[in-house]
């Protein structure tokens, strides 16, 4: 059966650092992964889709990397901003279905 | 404007009643989805529809009833045999079930049990 960790739970930075979210998972037969973001009582935006035969998908700011053979992916934040202050999930598709991680809480502080 | 909307956005339900959850999408996409979001835990798939008139159960069914009559339309019944149905309702779509297809996510309904 499917499990995705996401490490840490919650993260508290000052505005400016540079950040890596942590995402495992134990079965390494994927088809994608995706990472998404919540505001808080809002539903999710997804951010970057990292195909199986990816190793890395960059949007912005933004930079996700997928290494399928030892079940990790990381969300690499440059120069992070008080706007990027939000709940950041990744989830992995297993055939029909995305399994989710619970999630790292992010604040970024002025 | 393409999207997926939701409604309504707060729902509140006394013991014993059943409650419809509406999910509209104009993205013309095949496959739509509904989770469930509890604090601290992951989204659980509650069901999943690849194509009009037909519906797959996901990991957590139980108290749970859809339909999908047309593409654009796939609401979630949450049925009195749903023991703790105070949670975030999110739904999702996307263009075919399956491998490489991204999915995409409405607003939410907070439906809360009095």
């Known amino acids: 059966k499917q499990e995705v960790t996401q490490i840490p739970a919650a993260l508290s930075v000052p505005e400016g650092e540079n950040l890596v979210l942590n995402c495992s998972f134990t079965?390494?037969?994927?088809?994608?992964l995706q990472w998404f973001r919540q505001d808080p009582g809002k539903g999710l935006t997804s951010l970057l889709l990292?195909?199986?035969?990816?190793r890395e998908q960059t949007s912005g700011r933004l930079n996700a990397s997928l290494d399928k053979s030892s079940g990790r992916s990381t969300l690499y934040i440059a120069a992070s901003q008080p706007g990027d202050s939000a709940t950041y999930l990744c989830?992995?598709?297993?055939?029909?279905?995305?399994?989710f991680g619970t999630g790292t809480r992010l604040q970024v502080f002025p | 404007d393409g999207g997926i909307t939701q409604s309504p956005k707060y729902l509140f339900r006394k013991e014993g009643q059943n409650v419809t959850l509406s999910c509209e999408q104009n993205?013309?996409?095949?496959?739509m989805y509904w989770y469930r979001q509890d604090p601290g835990q992951g989204l659980r798939l509650i069901y999943y529809?690849?194509?009009?008139?037909?519906?797959q159960k996901g990991d957590i069914a139980e108290g749970y009833s859809v339909s999908r009559e047309k593409k654009e339309s796939f609401p979630l019944t949450v049925t009195s045999a749903q023991k703790n149905p105070t949670a975030f309702y999110l739904c999702?779509?996307?263009?075919?079930?399956?491998?490489?297809?991204?999915?995409?996510f409405g607003p939410g309904t907070r439906l809360t049990v009095l």
């Open positions: 989830a992995v598709l297993n055939t029909d279905k995305l399994i």
């Open positions: 999702a779509s996307s263009i075919v079930a399956g491998a490489y297809n991204e999915q995409f």
């Open positions: 079965d390494s037969a994927i088809y994608n």
């Open positions: 990292i195909q199986s035969s990816q």
């Open positions: 993205l013309n996409h095949d496959a």
């Open positions: 529809s690849q194509i009009v008139n037909d519906f």
